[in-house]
């Protein structure tokens, strides 16, 4: 990238009489320089990012302070710290920048040797399915790609996923809002886990015994949507004695006590050997739950989305190890 002129490029706000900015007298390249700094969280590293000397960047970096009125990044140890105003900022200034990628001729994809890092959150338990899978994966043909995964889906993902912060969500929970799309990966068929040594539950359970048995549960303003069904409408709620942070918590308590919990199959499956725990039909038949993939209508030109699309697809037909 060509490094700026700071003599020809002293105008940056000029105004109309109204007050309006004039977008032609802004320099866009300046939007490059601070999507590149707000990801770094540092001068040198986003110059090394951009081509760009050390002291082009910080000059870049007081422009877009006058440009937007706001000291935007302040010294924090070793690095710098976003204001608020930038954190505001970034989401929208990503989101424009990532549409005029998408439509530059040639823009394109080569998973080989991108650099690039996919952010995904992933609810739990399908982390212990899938994150796994997703990182060795990345690490054997794409070894230049990185992943952030986070296993807790925040309470503005919505926002997150419009404004890239977010490139997908691995949910029980479809979004049924405007924009937003959904792949079905596949069914979790649930079922009863219990101890081996439980001594009145065997291959299956009526409703009956099933409302009578005392219940492991991941806290009900953390659960996952899978099991949140059967205790929030009051069925089974007078039911639970336990509720945990999580389902690994839930599996442990669940084989060391007489407790049972609702889990998907796999997980029983998977840690049969290790928590001497097994799986007990429940009394509706066919019971599962639908996992989605979900991301935001901005993302679908991509072509880096779209690859990770298909990879994390393809990876979700896997059975689990």
């Not at 007078?238 to 442990?252: E, F, P, R």
Request: include cysteine; hydrophobic fraction near 40%; aromatic fraction near 8%.
């Amino acid at each position: 990238m060509a490094e700026y002129d700071t003599e020809k490029n002293t105008v940056m706000t000029e105004k109309k009489e109204s007050g309006e900015v004039q977008l032609r007298s802004v320099d866009l390249n300046l939007i490059t320089v601070f999507d590149a700094v707000m990801q770094m969280q540092n001068i040198t590293r986003a110059a090394q990012a951009l081509g760009m000397s050390q002291p082009a960047v910080s000059n870049a970096v007081s422009r877009l302070k006058m440009m937007f009125d706001d000291e935007l990044f302040v010294r924090h140890g070793r690095g710098i710290q976003p204001t608020i105003r930038a954190k505001q900022l970034f989401g929208p200034l990503r989101q424009a920048l990532q549409i005029v990628h998408n439509e530059l001729p040639g823009a394109g994809f080569e998973p080989e040797s991108s650099t690039r890092t996919f952010s995904l959150s992933v609810c739990s338990p399908l982390d212990i399915r899938l994150a796994a899978k997703i990182v060795s994966e990345l690490k054997d043909h794409s070894p230049n790609i990185d992943v952030a995964i986070k296993t807790q889906i925040s309470g503005d993902i919505e926002k997150q996923l419009k404004y890239q912060e977010v490139e997908f969500v691995i949910s029980y929970t479809r979004f049924e809002y405007p924009d937003f799309h959904h792949l079905p990966l596949f069914n979790d068929e649930l079922v009863l886990a219990v101890s081996q040594n439980h001594p009145r539950v065997s291959g299956c359970i009526g409703r009956k015994q099933l409302q009578e048995e005392r219940h492991a549960i991941v806290a009900l303003d953390n659960a996952d949507s899978f099991s949140k069904s059967y205790y929030e409408n009051g069925e089974l709620l007078d039911s639970v004695s336990y509720q945990g942070t999580d389902l690994n918590s839930v599996l442990n308590i669940v084989s060391q006590t007489y407790l049972v919990a609702i889990v998907p199959k796999w997980m029983v499956e998977h840690y049969a050997s290790q928590l001497n725990i097994r799986a007990v039909t429940l009394p509706d038949d066919h019971i599962s739950c639908p996992c989605y993939l979900i991301w935001h209508a901005s993302m679908n030109r991509d072509k880096g989305h779209q690859w990770m699309k298909s990879l994390l697809s393809h990876l979700s037909e896997q059975k689990v190890r």
